[in-house]
């Protein structure tokens, strides 16, 4: 079984274009591309990746396309297609030629919490499933029963949820959060991706055992057949390098049986994203 990041991120830094990256965050203004990634996933026996969207623009969708094909260990890309755009049919068939581009993202935590259940939005969702395209659910805890409504409307269509939808590990806030996870993984066509959580931590404080209690919610919510393992990379190195964001979910499931921990670092991600 192949090991798979199942999220990750490459850019050409632009001071214009990434203002998200701010002035706490100096250590990912910078460029970050496949040859920087590789060495990393070689040493941490990890084959390959899915590469996401971290721009809302059709030209970051053609870059992680252009870095996917000149490069075999990235599986697949995630993309940004305008949702809401009257010509989206159109766009969709022309990315349905792509076949690295297995879905796409928008990045809802920036958004009001009703916005993913506005009308031109869930028309949007409404058509990826005719071709074939998975969704990626990037929230905040407190837009989680936005999204399980969203979810809910479409039961043919493939979601997962980034980063365990960001609850507030730095405060030690998780009863809400656990509540409203239970309640989406209760939907079958849900997964979720164990990513994103040093960076919600105190990146300097954190050990191990911050997350276990997160951890046991998911894995109890999601079972091991629905979460699959991403990196957040470059971002984590907000926290914790490669290695040390790794060995936390190592750690963590060293005792699952081998083929549960399989499908976790790769098995799942490959079913969802129909990897190859």
Known sequence: MLRIDAHQHFWQYDPVRDTWIDDTMTAIRRDFLPEDLLPL????????????????????TDFLLQQAAQHPFVKGVVGWVDLRSPA????????????????????????????????????????????????DVLIYAHQLKHAAQ???????????????????????????????????????NVYCKVSGMVTEAHWQQWNEATFQPYLDVVVGAFGMNRLMYGSDWPVCLLAADYEANINIVKHYFSSFSAEEQNRFFGGNAIQFYQLS
């Open 41 to 60: 996933l070689n040493k941490n026996q990890v084959d390959g990746c899915v590469a996401v969207q971290a721009d809302q623009s059709e030209t970051e």
């Open 88 to 135: 989206l049919e159109e766009r969709l068939a022309h990315y349905s030629q792509f076949n690295l581009l297995k879905g796409f993202r928008h990045i809802l935590q920036a958004e009001d919490p009703q916005f993913m259940l506005e009308d031109a939005f869930m028309k949007g969702i409404n058509r990826l499933r005719q071709f074939g395209f998975t969704y």
């Open 150 to 188: 969203l979810a809910a409307a479409f039961p043919d269509q493939p979601f997962v949820i980034d980063h365990i939808a960001k609850p507030a590990i730095k405060q030690g806030e998780i009863a809400e959060w656990a509540k409203d996870i239970r309640k989406i993984a209760g939907l079958p």
